[in-house]
């Protein structure tokens, strides 16, 4: 893959990389991080005969167990050898997946084992929910499969390692990164050797039932991603890039509960020491994106990492920062149920979707029709603007309380919406291609906290953000990509400039 970093300069923060990426882009530099999405995922389904199930095409993979106690183990592989330069030493590996559905907010482990036979992807894909399965076709991995009918596994349910490459304790919705030193060593080899990469088997809480959790997969808006730092052999050519490579948008980082971040103004904030920060070393990341007509989200306190060091208490939708974006068609109706899980210190709170047409009772009234601590309250969004279809837009939503909006959207009470039409030009970059960019503006103190200190003339902060992320990269193509900018900050504009090169 011939892509290189995006640096972006506090001074002009995302027009630059804008300008950048959307130019046509020649003589590429070779990066030494990359990140991929898979060539291969699936699902393995505990047989129950008649049945063989695979998942080949589906946007989703399982593991653990379903509230019947029957197995599910994912599997992903990842095309090493095509994207890292021969004789490179890889010194970190990072796998990011977004889980998208479980039957409780229950932390279960998840296991990355590796897997020691090949197995294949047919034309399977399950239907609903897609936890049932759907019928193998020819070459699917099942539960006694390798590839469907003909090339059994050696054990049921998959031929992988005893031992554990990377664990991740998952929870509630939301993206979870799993990253070790055998990670490390399992991709070196596969670089060294791509006969033996098969790729890992993805092996979560089989102890009890109930316990599964679905992640996306390829096919999905949130693909898995992994990341890969490496050194490249002196003289070794970069690798000719495929016609057809996809950029990869990466997701945002797993966030863990942590006691809510103080409501109690403080004097002053220290600033963020400085001590040797790398420059524009973080990807760039995205929320997890809803497409569903019946959205759920949980107002979260979270624990997000933004700058190196200790992560940040936040309050957030969905557990990122950015909260979770929404997207939708325009003319059809979409029904959001927000539940409020903070701290009975945050006190009550509303969302209002910003730029949408909205009846008085879905609009987020700043002090009526609140949601209380504990509570749920569901906003419907028709799509319709005039009695016709709403135009195609990005709108985002906020906490609209009266007296602490600005309190709420300080501590991360922000997402983005988007509207998608039909009626847009078929010429705008879509897909990968099409991304969202919130710009916000944070002050940290020493601990990486952001205490937030009421002022009259507006709260500004010293550090820019770009969806989370601070002064971060984005790997390129040779192509052009849509922006969909988003000022996210609570009260300073933006001026931002652009520029032809970086």
Not at 290 to 317: F, H, K, R
Not at 350 to 372: E, F, K, M
Not at 480 to 493: G, N, Q, T, V
Request: aromatic fraction near 8%; glycine fraction near 8%; include cysteine.
């Amino acid at each position: 893959m011939n892509t290189r970093p995006v640096r972006i300069p506090r001074s002009c923060p995302v027009l630059i990389l804008a300008m950048t990426l959307a130019a046509t882009i020649s003589n590429l530099a070779r990066a030494d991080v990359i990140n991929i999405n898979p060539v291969k995922d699936n699902t393995l389904y505990e047989y129950v005969a008649p049945d063989d199930l695979s998942n080949a095409l589906g946007n989703h993979f399982f593991t653990g167990k379903t509230a019947v106690g029957r197995i599910r183990r994912g599997v992903v592989a990842f095309d090493i050898a095509g994207n890292v330069p021969a004789g490179s030493t890889i010194t970190s590996v990072t796998l990011t997946l977004n889980m998208s559905r479980t039957p409780s907010n229950d932390a279960r482990i998840v296991e990355l084992h590796r897997l020691q036979a090949d197995w294949g992807e047919g034309t399977s894909q399950a239907s609903g929910q897609e936890g049932a399965g759907a019928p193998a076709t020819t070459n699917d991995a099942t539960w006694r499969h390798r590839f469907y009918n003909s090339i059994f596994w050696t054990t049921l349910g998959g031929d992988f390692s005893g031992t554990v490459s990377a664990s991740q304790s998952v929870g509630a919705i939301g993206s979870y990164t799993w990253s070790s030193a055998q990670m490390v060593a399992d991709v070196q080899s596969w670089l060294d050797n791509p006969t033996i990469n098969f790729g890992w088997l993805v092996r979560g809480d089989e102890s009890g039932s109930a316990t599964a959790k679905r992640f996306d997969t390829r096919e999905s808006a949130s693909p898995p991603v992994l990341t890969i730092q490496y050194t490249a052999s002196t003289g070794t050519p970069t690798p000719t890039a495929s016609p057809t490579a996809t950029p990869t948008p990466t997701p945002t980082p797993s966030n863990t509960p942590t006691p809510t971040p103080t409501l109690t103004p403080s004097p002053t904030i220290t600033p963020t020491p400085t001590a040797s920060p790398i420059p524009f070393s973080h990807p760039l990341l995205f929320p997890p994106v809803a497409t569903e007509p019946n959205v759920s989200i949980g107002i979260d306190e979270a624990c997000v990492q933004i700058l190196d060091g200790p992560c940040t208490n936040m309050w957030t939708y969905g557990g990122t920062y950015p909260g979770i974006t929404i997207r939708r068609p325009t003319g059809q109706t979409t029904n959001v149920a927000f539940t409020n899980n903070l701290d009975a210190a945050a006190g009550e709170l509303t969302v209002h979707n910003h730029g949408n047409h909205s009846t008085a009772a879905n609009d987020g009234q700043p002090d009526s029709l609140l949601i209380p601590t504990g509570g749920s309250r569901t906003y419907i969004y028709d799509g319709l603007e005039d009695g016709g279809n709403q135009r195609g837009k990005m709108q985002f939503y906020h906490d609209h309380r009266m007296d602490v909006t600005g309190r709420n959207v300080w501590m991360g009470l922000t997402g983005m919406y988007i509207v998608d039409d039909p009626a847009d030009p078929v010429t705008l970059p879509s897909g990968a291609f099409d991304l969202p960019l919130a710009i916000a503006d944070r002050q940290f103190d020493a601990d990486n906290q952001t205490p937030y200190v009421f002022n009259p003339d507006g709260v500004t902060g010293d550090k820019i953000l770009i969806n989370g992320v601070y002064q971060p990269y984005l790997e390129v193509g040779d192509r052009k990509y849509r922006f969909r900018i988003l000022d996210a900050s609570k009260s300073e504009p933006r001026v931002v400039s652009c520029r032809r090169r970086c």
